[in-house]
Each structure stands twice: as structure tokens, then as C-alpha cells.
């Protein structure tokens, strides 16, 4: 009876792997597999903020200007033109005419005003976009191919707010349903290069060549997301060819993915963005009101060793509140030096010595105690206070570390409930620094460091109004220095995107703001 | 005999009477907790794991939307309104994505199902017989090798196996045996019925493996244990004495009431079915309960916590009401009159 039930289950094993192992080399060359690591609840550029979801719009939705690939200024995507008027409160855009929704409807004014109208309605679930147009106070459709925005004050900024407005069509989302739950939101119509085509929840979602778009139609047919959460399994995947293009861990760049074979396959490129981390000290705290405690802190964290230890040396340490190659940035500042010696004398300098010997500095009886908070789900940040807990032990600072899930992390920040805490921000293209640094955003905004400074207050309410950039660059290079000296944060790194692809593709360019799969060509 | 029947009618009323307050408790304390947890799903939305997007946090903006979702109200009356459409079997829609809640139940429940009931029947199928071949070989060196095995298999970690089984077996580099997880082929539309069958067995394989080899440990021993009960009492011996086959005390006498406590032990599963691995569901990209309820408690997404929640707890009572109902039938000496 055993045997044959043996038997039994050899025959069942032999039929299923030969059913299905046939199928396998078909496989299109024109389309593209992109690994994603999450599902994207959907894909409404209006409700949704999810980089995942962001990525995969904009092959799908368009807007009115785009950022140029290479130079980053602004140029006209579904707009032909803008004008400014004089005072900088009106932006009229002029629209291209004779574009189609995917669906076949003509792209008009009414589109646009009507994106405007959802944004602005306190009904729509969309905090995070909806602070961005605070100031814009209205949208008004001049004819069916103008529309003029108007905003509440000038600001250089709000060319790129009004003409990065998410556009939705209007004749699919304005049917009387909830515009948080609309069937469309998981089946977008766009005007871009792609369509969207089907939604395997949980597997795969798929675009396709749009046939109405205005402009040159890529080479590449069809983009396949897949949603495969384990990045081992995932490289695997890539390995076998079931993937086109992925984002590396620092780990799997240094170490999985050095083999000839590899090398023969894939590209690696490595290009950065718009992103920083650091450690914040909250300066309501009496143990961080003074700068030069905070100055101490910096010096006695070996940034460059912890970056090589940590990430395999891939980044590079900054020192400032803007992204690296942001015109912004000041690149006369020097990090400050990893010097344990010279901090512990600035601390010594400032009142705090072991004067009752338990090996731990004070200044009038209260001990340098603090807790720095992490998300726990962060390994760089528990592994960076380990690292930190050490060193600081070794000169007499006692740091505990508490570590949140992310939904507590988050509302312990919101609600300024810590000493010490490390972050990342991700910024836009064009920063302004007015939300993270202005002395008003402390009780309610994301100043939650607590960092208020005069001058620094009064250079970004300036530059908020100067439309020169050269000026700006000038304001904001001060302003730079300002925060540098202040050290309201001790700077961590700015880390790059580490990207595979398959080297089934030509064409493919690293350009400033990354890659674009629509210029890619099929090797034949 | 009559009085009996009353009894029993008497008895099942109340019983089900008590599964309404219980349940009610149930549901209160978790949605209370989620409420109190700090954290909510618009803050969130700031920023991703460790990163936060610059300029994106602002009370007033997020006030007013936690309002659009009732969370301005008191817990209480959250709760209320919660149970009121619950009651009406409306569970409401994700955050997350605005889809209905029964919907992602719709699709993530009859993937668990599935491989939760495979590995139980084969975790059933091997760990039994092993079981009782250990008791009848108690304390040789089969016995031992056999639990030495099933004890190293036990304190395997899953997710290291599972990766360990999709770099040698799937991976390509060693060999290309089983797909990389997922659920089905890209290939899957253009399959007849019986390949797409195949196919799905085929992308269970490795996970089903991940699941069960931990769960033989547990259940051999557990017959094992049962076993040697029953074969030490002296039903056992008057059988044998009778001079009946060993076969035939071993099976018919002693396997059969020693089925009793496993049988018991299968009741208690029934809620346990719903529940997905979290850790196999992530390693072999299978969209199952496990992530569902582990994603939506991340990020606060009430509606399907309380759904999930809800839904376990109701199984859970009914399971142990038909426990309890059945032991009541099927075993004469549990007197109802104890119970009053």
C-alpha cells in the first residue's frame, strides 16, 4: 500500500513539473518588468501619496509643466505656455489642444478646474497634497484651453505648485460617487505615454502603450509592475530574468550582485536623490538648548565610519537642510570633524563634568540622560544607536534608545513627545525651506526640533518673495550656514538610488532625475 | 429521557444566548484598543518607514480629515456606529485603498484556506502514522531518530527554510524546480482547467512545505502520548488476552479512542484556519490573511482590523459551542446539570 502511494505521488510531482515548465520562455521583449516592493493602494494622483503609486502615474497621468530630465527646469508638458502677471499672483497656462484622455474624451480647462475643486473639498482624504495648496486661492477657466490660477501672496515656488497640479478626468471622477472610493481610482485614465490596462491585486499591475498619446511613442509595449515584498526573492527573480529593473539594499550592490555572469546582464547605476537623513535634537529639551552641546554632539559621531560601516561607504555626508546637487547648497561648509577630544571639551566648556564621579558629565545636578526614538522597523537607524549608545557612553552622555513602530513613531513626533530622533527627509526637486525650518511651523508644522532663529526666519520669508534666483541662491547658501552653525540636526547622508536593469535594453540613460523608461529601445 | 432533552434544548439556548455579550466584548476591547493605540492612518501618510516627506505634516489638514472618518467622535460612539453597521453586515471600506472590506477578505481568505487546509491534512497524514509507529516502537532507536528529526525540523526557523528553498530549488542557479512564489504563472489565462490546477499546486509546493515541516513535532508526539494512554489500559490487555491479531488491538481498540483528544484538538483549528503566516505569505508573495491583517494593523486601517477581528471572534465562539455541543452528545458521563 505504501508503494503504490508512493508511487502514487511521483506521478502527481512528474505531471505537475512537466505541465508547467513548458510555458516559460514566452516571454515578450517588449515589455518591461519593474520590481515593486509594496502593493500601491490605487492610483489616484489626487488621494494617493505613495512613491509607488507616484512612480507608476507618471506613465499614466500627465500634468502641465514637467521638470527636464537633465536640467530640471521647468517645461511645458500638456500647457504650449505660461504667463505671469506682474504682481505674481495670477499664472495663466495655455493648453495644448487636440489631447485625449485614453478613453477618447478631449483634455480641456474643465479637466483642470475641476482637479482644482477635489483637492480644495474637505470631503477628499488628501492631507498631504492638500497643504501644498493652501495658498492658491482659486482656478478660473478662462476659455476652454486657458485657465489662470491665482494665489493668495507671491511665492517662487507657486509656478511649480499651479503647473504640477494632478490633473483627473473630470467626465470619470465627477459622477456624484465618493471621490475617496471611486471604482477609478484602481482604474486611472491618463493622458500619458502608458494606459493602464488590469490590476492583479496583490501580483502584478499592467500598463500599455497608449495609443492616443501627443507625444513620440516609446519603444517599449508594456510595463509590468510586479509585487514581490521579499527583496531576496525579488533578486532571485532579476537573476532568472522575471525581472527587468529593481532597486538594490546596499548589501545585495556590494555583495550579490558582483558575479561575471551578473555583470554580463545588468546594469548598475547609482544616481541620487532629493533625500537626506540625520539625527534631530530637540532643542526644547534643556539638554539641547545650546548649540554648542549640539555642535559636541556632531563632532563626537563619526559619521564618515558609520557610513562606511553601515552602508558600504554608498553616500555622502552632508551638511546642510538641502539636497546635495540642489543649486541651493552650500558647498564651501565642511562637515564639522569627528573629534571626541575637542567635543568633550566644548562640553566642558559648556558646564557638564562628572563632578559626582558615577562616570556619567552633569551641570547643576541633572545628568546628560536622554532617549533617542527610532522606527523599528528602520536597521540603519537601530544599528546607527547601537553605534551611537557607544561612543557617546565612552565620553559620559547616557543614551537610551526607544524603538516605535512607524503609526507611534510618526505620533510621537507630530506631538514633539521626544529628546532625540532620527529621521530621513525626502525633499522635492526645488526646496522650500519655510515648512522644516520657520520659526511658525514649531507648534504645528514639521519644525518639530524646535530650531527658531531670527535671521534664519527672516531669509526665508524673504526668499518665499524673491523671484531672482540668483538672489535665492545667494539667501539660501546664508541660510545654509546659519543652520550649519546652529546644528539644530547633527547632518547624516544623502544616499543614492542603487538601480538594476536588464541589458536587454539600449538607451538607457542616468539622467539627473533618474531614468525614464520611455526612451529605453529594445536590443534586437 | 424526555427531562433529558429539555435539558439539552435549555442548555444550547443559553449557550447561545452567552456568544452575543462575549462577542460584543470582544469587538469593544479591540476596537478600543486600536483607538487608543497612538497613531492613525493620516499621519501616517506623511512619510514612509523612517522617512518623512518635507513639509508634510500639518495639524489642521489632518484634523480635519480624522473627521471625515469619525475619528474626532468619542471611542464609544465610534464603537457604536461600528456595531450598528456591522450588525447590517456593512463593514465598510479600507483606508488604504477605498476598496469594501469584504472584498480583500473575499480575495485574501480562500488563499489562506487553501493552504492552511493543505498543510493541515498533510501535517494530519504524516504526523499520525509516525505517531503511532513511535508508540508502538517506544523508546528504540526509531523512535528516538524519529523524534530527534521531527524536533530538529520543529526548531527550523521558516523564513530562513523558505529562503534556503527558493535559492536551491527555484532559483535557477542550483536548480529550477518551482516557481519563485506568486500564486499562478504569468502564463495563467492560457492554460486549460486541469494545467491551470497544476499550476496552482505547482506554486503551493514550497510554501505548503514551509508551513507544515514544523507541525509534525507537535502532533506525533501528541499521538504518541495518547497512544501509549490507551495501550496501557486494560481494554487493551482483556483485547489482547482475548487473543485478537496486534493489528487488530492496535487499531481498532487503541488507535480509536485515542482519536478522541485529536479529534478535540481539530475543533480548536477552525479560527486558526483564517490566520496566514506572515512571514511564508511576504517570502513567497502571496496576498493572504496573514499580510492583510499584519498591513492593515500597521497602518491603522480600522475598518479591516475590526472586519478581521470580528470575524475570527465569531468562528471562535461557534467553534467552541459545537466543542462543547459535541462533547455534550457524544459523551455521557458530562452531565448538563453540572453546568447550571
Redesign the interface.
Known amino acids: 500500500m505504501m508503494k503504490s502511494y508512493i508511487r502514487l505521488c511521483y506521478i502527481i510531482l512528474i505531471i505537475i513539473l512537466s505541465s508547467c515548465t513548458r510555458f516559460e520562455s514566452v516571454r515578450d521583449p517588449y515589455t518591461l518588468y519593474i520590481h515593486i516592493s509594496a502593493e500601491p493602494g490605487h492610483l489616484n494622483p489626487i488621494t494617493s501619496n505613495e512613491a509607488i503609486a507616484s512612480s507608476i502615474n507618471s506613465y499614466i497621468y500627465e500634468t502641465l509643466l514637467d521638470r527636464d530630465y537633465d536640467t530640471l527646469e521647468l517645461k511645458p508638458q500638456l500647457a504650449t505656455k505660461w504667463e505671469i502677471s506682474s504682481d505674481k499672483l495670477h499664472y495663466r497656462f495655455y493648453l495644448k489642444e487636440n489631447i485625449y484622455w485614453s478613453d477618447g474624451k478631449p483634455f480641456t480647462a474643465d479637466d483642470i478646474v475641476y482637479s482644482f475643486k477635489i483637492i480644495k473639498d474637505p470631503r477628499v482624504a488628501n492631507a498631504p497634497l492638500k497643504v501644498y495648496y493652501i495658498d492658491v486661492k482659486s482656478v478660473k477657466k478662462i476659455s476652454p484651453y486657458i485657465v489662470e490660477f491665482t494665489y493668495a501672496k507671491p511665492y517662487f515656488l507657486a509656478l511649480e505648485i499651479c503647473g504640477s497640479i494632478p490633473i483627473v478626468p473630470k467626465h470619470i471622477f465627477d459622477d456624484g460617487t465618493d471621490f475617496n472610493i471611486h471604482k477609478n481610482n484602481r482604474f486611472p485614465i491618463g493622458t500619458g505615454p502608458y494606459k493602464f490596462v488590469t490590476w492583479n491585486t496583490g501580483k502584478t499591475i499592467e500598463l500599455v502603450v497608449n495609443d492616443r498619446y501627443w507625444g513620440p511613442k516609446p519603444d517599449i509595449k508594456r510595463i509590468v509592475y510586479k509585487i514581490i515584498p521579499e527583496p531576496n526573492v525579488a533578486l532571485q527573480m532579476l537573476k532568472k530574468g522575471e525581472l527587468d529593473v529593481m532597486a538594490l539594499r546596499p548589501i545585495q550592490w556590494v555583495r550579490q550582485t558582483n558575479s561575471k555572469h551578473f555583470q554580463e546582464s545588468f546594469y548598475k547605476f547609482m544616481y541620487y536623490q532629493p533625500y537626506y537623513n540625520y539625527i534631530g535634537w530637540n532643542a526644547r529639551n534643556p539638554l539641547f538648548k545650546d548649540k554648542n552641546v549640539r555642535k559636541a554632539l556632531t563632532m563626537l559621531i563619526n559619521r564618515q565610519a558609520i557610513l562606511d560601516s553601515l552602508l558600504f561607504g554608498l553616500g555622502t555626508v552632508v551638511t546642510g537642510p538641502f539636497y546635495i546637487h540642489d543649486k541651493y547648497y552650500n558647498h564651501d561648509i565642511q562637515p564639522l570633524p569627528y573629534d571626541p577630544i575637542k567635543a568633550k571639551e566644548i562640553l566642558h566648556r559648556a558646564g557638564w563634568s562628572d563632578s559626582n564621579g558615577d562616570g556619567i558629565l552633569d551641570k547643576n545636578g541633572v545628568a546628560f540622560k536622554f532617549t533617542l526614538t527610532i522606527a523599528s522597523a528602520s536597521k540603519f537607524a537601530e544599528r546607527l544607536a547601537t553605534i551611537l549608545k557607544e561612543d557617546f557612553s565612552k565620553v559620559g552622555i547616557q543614551m537610551d534608545i526607544n524603538r516605535y513602530e512607524w503609526a507611534v513613531f510618526v505620533n510621537k513626533v507630530d506631538k514633539r513627545d521626544f529628546d532625540a530622533v532620527t529621521l530621513g527627509w525626502s525633499l522635492s526637486w526645488e526646496g522650500d525651506p519655510y515648512q522644516l525650518w520657520h520659526s511658525s511651523q514649531v507648534q504645528a508644522g514639521s519644525n518639530f526640533c524646535y530650531f527658531v532663529n531670527a535671521e534664519a526666519d527672516e531669509i526665508i520669508e524673504k526668499a518665499r518673495k524673491e523671484f531672482d534666483v540668483e538672489k535665492r541662491i545667494k539667501m539660501y547658501r546664508r541660510f545654509h550656514e546659519i543652520i550649519h552653525d546652529e546644528q539644530p540636526y547633527t547632518f547624516l547622508y544623502c544616499t543614492p538610488a542603487l538601480v538594476v536593469v536588464s541589458k536587454r535594453f539600449d538607451n538607457v540613460i542616468v539622467h539627473k532625475r533618474g531614468l525614464n523608461y520611455t526612451e529605453w529601445k529594445v536590443k534586437q | 429521557m424526555e427531562g433529558q432533552a429539555v435539558k439539552m434544548k435549555y442548555y444550547i439556548l443559553k449557550r447561545i444566548l452567552i456568544i452575543i455579550p462575549t462577542f460584543i466584548g470582544i469587538t469593544c476591547i479591540t476596537y478600543l484598543m486600536i483607538r487608543l493605540?497612538?497613531?492613525?492612518y493620516?499621519?501616517?501618510?506623511?512619510?514612509?518607514?523612517?522617512?518623512?516627506?518635507?513639509?508634510?505634516?500639518?495639524?489642521?489638514?489632518?484634523e480635519?480629515?480624522k473627521k471625515?472618518?469619525g475619528l474626532d467622535k468619542p471611542v464609544i460612539v465610534g464603537y457604536a456606529e461600528w456595531f450598528y453597521k456591522t450588525v447590517k453586515l456593512d463593514f465598510g471600506?479600507?483606508?488604504?485603498?477605498?476598496?469594501k472590506v469584504i472584498s480583500h477578505i473575499a480575495?485574501a481568505l480562500p488563499i489562506t484556506l487553501a493552504l492552511n487546509i493543505l498543510s493541515i491534512i498533510i501535517v494530519y497524514i504524516i504526523s499520525i502514522p509516525l505517531g503511532i509507529y513511535s508508540s508502538i516502537k517506544k523508546d528504540t532507536v526509531q523512535d528516538r531518530i524519529i523524534s530527534l528529526t521531527l524536533f530538529l525540523l520543529y526548531s527550523l526557523p521558516s523564513f530562513w527554510v523558505a529562503?534556503l528553498l527558493?535559492?536551491y530549488l527555484?532559483?535557477?542557479?542550483y536548480l529550477?524546480?518551482f516557481?519563485?512564489?506568486?500564486?499562478y504563472?504569468?502564463?495563467f489565462e492560457?492554460?486549460n482547467l486541469?494545467?491551470k490546477a497544476?499550476?496552482i499546486?505547482?506554486h503551493l509546493?514550497l510554501p505548503v512545505v514551509t508551513l507544515t515541516y514544523g507541525g509534525f513535532a507537535f502532533l506525533s508526539r501528541y499521538t504518541r502520548a495518547t497512544m501509549l494512554d490507551v495501550i496501557n489500559q486494560q481494554y487493551i490487555i482483556t483485547a489482547r488476552a482475548k487473543g485478537l491479531s496486534e493489528q487488530k488491538v492496535l487499531f481498532v481498540h487503541a488507535f480509536r479512542n485515542s482519536l478522541i483528544p485529536l479529534l478535540t484538538l481539530m475543533a480548536t483549528m477552525l479560527p486558526g484556519l483564517l490566520g496566514g503566516s506572515v512571514i511564508v505569505e511576504?517570502?513567497?508573495?502571496?496576498?493572504g490573511m496573514g499580510?492583510l491583517a499584519f498591513e492593515s494593523i500597521?497602518?491603522?486601517d480600522i475598518p479591516i482590523i475590526m472586519a478581521i477581528t470580528s470575524i475570527s471572534a465569531f468562528l471562535t465562539l461557534i467553534g467552541i459551542f459545537l466543542a462543547d455541543i459535541m462533547y455534550a452528545i457524544a459523551d455521557p458521563r458530562i452531565r448538563l446539570e453540572a453546568k447550571q
Open positions: 493605540a497612538p497613531g492613525d493620516t499621519s501616517l501618510r506623511a512619510g514612509v518607514e523612517g522617512e518623512l516627506k518635507a513639509g508634510s505634516l500639518s495639524k489642521e489638514i489632518f480635519q480629515e471625515l472618518y471600506t479600507s483606508r488604504k485603498d477605498g476598496r480575495d529562503l527558493l535559492k527555484s532559483g535557477g542557479d529550477n524546480l516557481p519563485l512564489g506568486g500564486l504563472s504569468d502564463w492560457q492554460l486541469f494545467q497544476m499550476d499546486l505547482w509546493i511576504s517570502i513567497f508573495s502571496i496576498p499580510m500597521l497602518s491603522r
